[in-house]
């Protein structure tokens, strides 16, 4: 089992918000290894699937995360359009493969119809009010953005903002944000 309150889980902020025609996902850049930054700029938002229609995120571990994106992918090519089927695949597979078992990360995933948290537990989550995020300043821009959701502001703007607080009060987040999108048609 893993544990969710281990230093592992202080390395960043992943933050989704689906409102009215667009869902994003964002990202800070920041690499820390124990109290030491030693990265600012690293992407952990991408892009996923053969047409690139699945955006997704990680807190965790770096190796790790980038394992389970390959994972991913794979099941997304196995289930193409199908998400929801793809990640509870994955989270299938991740909590019974005895190699998986301990990879140490979580992972926000969202295409133009769902989005989900994803993690070694077999969780395949739904944000409330679609608003959710994860990582050690997740609760900083998960209020942030509640906050916001139902403001004037569309998805993109409620992500950027939210991230720019969780990075004035966490000191494992930084202000280096990336962030991708999907409009919904």
């Not at 992407?43 to 571990?61: C, H, P, S, T, Y």
């Not at 608003?131 to 209020?143: E, R």
Request: with cysteine.
């Amino acid at each position: 089992m893993i544990d969710h309150s281990s230093d592992t889980w202080l390395g960043t902020t992943i933050l989704m918000v689906r409102k009215n025609n667009l869902v994003a996902i964002a990202g800070d850049g920041q690499v820390s290894f124990g109290n030491t930054v030693i990265k600012t700029n690293a992407k952990k938002v991408r892009r996923l699937g053969v047409e690139g229609n699945v955006i997704a995120g990680f807190a965790g571990a770096t190796a790790d995360a980038l394992t389970l994106f390959d994972r991913l992918e794979v099941k997304l090519e196995q289930y193409p359009t199908q998400l929801t089927r793809a990640a509870v695949e994955l989270a299938k597979d991740w909590r019974m493969d005895k190699y998986m078992r301990r990879l140490e990360a979580m992972m926000l995933v969202a295409d133009k119809d769902v989005g989900f948290v994803l993690t070694g537990n077999g969780d395949v989550l739904e944000p409330e009010n679609g608003v959710i995020a994860i990582g050690s300043g997740g609760n900083y821009a998960l209020a942030a953005a509640r906050a916001l959701i139902d403001s004037d502001y569309d998805a993109i703007e409620i992500v950027t903002k939210s991230m720019k607080v969780a990075s004035e009060i966490c000191v494992f987040t930084n202000s280096s944000i990336t962030i991708e999108s999907i409009e919904i048609n």
